[in-house]
């Protein structure tokens, strides 16, 4: 069954995977937030949320993997702010043919609206209607990634990089994984999960 079966066919219908050629059309500033996640077999969870991801679809292209080490990593998803989230929807469905995928409101009251495409890529849209926090639409909150070791990647990140480690590493062993979250050069929030 491919991935988009397994996803009619189950309970939760959210996907994620690399977003094909988005990420660079995306207008994305800074960073807010993170969402905890933590994998257990081929399924990922956000334990804010309960949020269900299938397996990614998509594994990042050679040309960009070709410059690190020979740890493999996977795009899970990728969220942003907006300041309109009918219209963003709206827009989303009518121009690009994305579907609604799944909802929800977190536990810090923001709304989790999640859109898929045939491709399996999915884009979580986070609106807060009633924040006290200014936030600026069109940035990321997060990029999450998987990666063979938590622990190597965020000491590698620190000492050859100088980056800033926003939680983590620790680990959920309720779920068999182990995250952190660090910041990229440009202080984009970059999720870590590893699968122990």
Known sequence: MDTVGKLVASKFILVHGFIDGMAGSLNIGGCRGAVNTFETDDTIFHDSSYMIFSPPATTIPAFITSRTSSTSMTVLHTAVWVSDLEATVEFY???????????????????NYFMAGESGAAIQF????????????????????????????????????????VDGPRTLEDHDVRIAF????????IELVQKL
């Open 182 to 189: 660090i910041t990229d050069p440009n202080g984009y929030t």
């Open 126 to 165: 986070k609106y807060d209607e009633n924040s006290d926090v200014e936030t600026t639409p069109g940035t990321m909150d997060h990029l999450a990634t998987s990666v063979e070791n938590v622990d190597t990647t965020v000491e590698r990140a620190v000492e050859e990089w100088d980056t800033d480690i």
């Open 93 to 111: 469905e009518e121009v690009l043919g994305l579907e609604y995928s799944r909802d929800f409101v977190g536990s810090d009251g923001v709304r």
